[in-house]
């Protein structure tokens, strides 16, 4: 979802989320040097599950924020939502060149390839040529929900120039800690109503899967975030989802692959901070090494949640 990059003063990259728009601001995109970054909650309404609800008030959060820092005209790279995301290898021509492949994706569809969405936006990345098919792993999102969020950027008078995924951006940061390249990785990334479980293979998501969870048993959005607690409730909320794991890393093994390969490592992300409590407890559960983002963000003085758009900002534009 690659649109024109263009030279500016500033360079935004944001994650917009159901409760709260998380900002980091670099000059002309230059990854290594972040000049403000920023958490501002969103009132229940505005968006859910990654839906813009109410386009006017979050037009009214953006502007006030491009207004109070002299913003106006600032390229942004920004999230799309884990839930809408559909990842599926498929085939397509060896004849095709790189300009070719997404129309004729879009133009064939309804007829050979079956994504299940109507109107999709998609990137792709080409893995390999075999037998006159190149293979090609393709990320399809709803248009619809894309073009409502690039609307208001736009009204906001900034320039989108990036719609990314959250599993990439942290990807990018577990490379850089880990000093290249970790297949077979499982990213687990928490959120305060979502566990999202995303299988890396050579460096891309093969599959993702969003597990939501029920506040009501589940009250993850309390201020001391029970994911890393140890209280009764909160051990039995990690139990639960240690379960949901395991069942992802035996798809991973034995559907995917028919048990040729299998994860490797864990990597975890939580979007309410620290991860030593339920570190400690991936490891124990499956003996594997598990990595966390904690020193990358603590290089360039940022929180721990803020990993994911330190990733972003890591986007080749």
Request: aromatic letters at 8%.
């Amino acid at each position: 979802m690659l649109l024109i990059a263009l030279f500016t003063k500033s360079h935004l990259s944001i994650s917009i989320r159901d409760t709260y728009l998380r900002i980091i601001v670099t000059p002309n995109h230059e990854k290594r040097q972040v000049t403000f970054h920023q958490e501002i909650p969103i009132d229940e309404g505005i968006i859910e599950d990654g839906v813009i609800v109410d386009q006017e008030k979050l037009r009214m959060i953006l502007m006030n924020m491009v207004q109070e820092n002299t913003w106006k005209g600032a390229t942004v790279s920004f999230f799309v939502h884990d839930s809408h995301i559909n990842i599926r290898k498929i085939q397509v021509p060896t004849e095709l060149d790189e300009k070719e492949i997404e129309p004729y994706i879009l133009l064939n569809n309804e007829s050979t390839y079956h994504l299940p969405i109507s109107n999709p936006a998609i990137d792709f990345k080409v893995l390999q040529e075999t037998e006159g098919m190149k293979e090609v792993l393709v990320f399809a999102y709803p248009k619809d929900i894309l073009d409502d969020y690039l609307s208001v950027f736009r009204e906001c008078k900034l320039k989108p120039i990036v719609a990314d995924l959250s599993p990439l951006a942290l990807h990018r940061l577990i490379e850089k800690s880990e000093g290249g390249n970790v297949s077979d990785l499982l990213l687990i990334s928490l959120y305060a109503d979502t566990m999202t479980l995303t299988a890396m293979t050579d460096g891309y998501p093969l599959f993702t899967r969003s597990i939501a969870l029920n506040p009501a048993t589940n009250p993850i959005s309390e201020t001391s975030n029970p994911w890393l607690r140890t209280s009764e409730n909160a051990q039995q909320l990690l139990e639960n989802q240690i379960a949901s794991v395991e069942r992802f890393m035996n798809f991973y093994q034995y559907t995917v692959h028919q048990g040729d390969r299998s994860i490797t490592k864990l990597a975890i992300y939580s979007d309410h901070g620290g991860t030593v409590p339920l570190v400690n407890m991936l490891e124990s559960s499956f003996s594997l090494p598990v990595i966390s983002l904690h020193s990358v963000t603590e290089e360039v003085n940022l929180p721990p949640q803020f990993a994911d758009v330190l990733g972003l900002v890591g986007r080749d534009v």
